[in-house]
């Protein structure tokens, strides 16, 4: 097995990206889940911006309970796209993109949170100490099962900004469950990190010539059918 190279990205401060006079609706209309990618690099700095716009997502209690591995070995790739159901993208994407959430709540993790902010707030106060305790009280008492669905929930809601950051920028992205966590897991090492993947998002560009969905129209229900209005 091949040395696995991957970028957790910390980096701060970055440069924030100008997204003025680009309209959001429109981007979201633009995007889809692309089936074929035509195997061109998307530039680090638009990777970096997604990755930041990944970093401000939200999160439960602010505890962002997952770490993003970016991969852009092509060896990876190619051993990753059998157990994803030989997913083409999986290889043919610039960068490919493992969510993989805490395998359970902890107090060390919490408490690393907890510390984190009051060193860069540069504060600590009785009422955000309370509920500290409030969630050391509660969750590293649950079922880790339990506690890791919670975390891949909030992975998710990163997901979902990675995929906006990307279409503001007019690159394609594939999010993907079709694949076998626990092979992942296994390949990349990450449950000895206390790890387990819940999605993957392939970040490329769109193969025109061999996407059979890039010309086909976006279908969702209408806003009356998904939407329930009580006032």
């Known amino acids: 097995m091949p040395t696995v190279v991957t970028e957790i990205y910390t980096k701060q401060p ?50 962002q ?15 990753i796209r059998p157990i994803a159901w030989n997913q083409s993208v999986i290889s043919d994407c610039s960068h490919l993109l493992v969510f993989a959430a805490w395998d359970t709540y902890t107090a060390e993790r919490i408490n690393i949170v907890f510390d984190l902010t009051n060193k860069i707030r540069d504060l600590k106060n009785e ?3 309370n509920y500290r305790k409030l969630l050391l009280d509660t ?3 649950k079922d880790a ?19 906006t950051a990307a279409a503001l920028q007019d ?8 694949f076998d966590a626990e092979a992942v897991d296994n390949y990349l090492g990450l449950r ?13 560009y ?13 279908v969702r229900k209408s806003i009356e059918d998904l939407v329930t209005i009580m006032d």
Not at 19 to 47: E, P
Not at 65 to 79: A, G, L, M, R, S
Not at 192 to 204: F, M
């Open 145 to 163: 099962e339990e506690n890791f669905n919670h975390a891949a929930k909030q992975a998710y809601i990163a997901l979902a900004i990675a995929i």
């Open 192 to 204: 000895e990190k206390g790890l387990r993947s819940c999605v993957i998002l392939a970040i490329g």
């Open 171 to 178: 690159i394609d992205s594939t999010p993907m469950e079709g």
């Open 206 to 218: 769109r193969d025109v010539e061999n996407d059979w969905l890039v010309n086909l129209k976006k």
């Open 127 to 129: 009422g955000w100490e």
């Open 139 to 141: 969750y590293p008492q």
């Open 14 to 63: 970055m440069v924030r990206p100008k997204l003025n006079n680009m309209k959001l609706l429109d981007k979201l209309k633009w995007r889809y889940a692309t089936k074929a990618m035509n195997g061109k690099n998307v530039s680090q700095a638009k990777i970096d911006k997604i990755i930041e716009a990944v970093s401000l997502a939200p999160s439960s209690s602010g505890l």
């Open 65 to 79: 309970p997952y770490e993003i591995i970016v991969i852009t070995n092509q060896e990876v790739k190619d051993k």
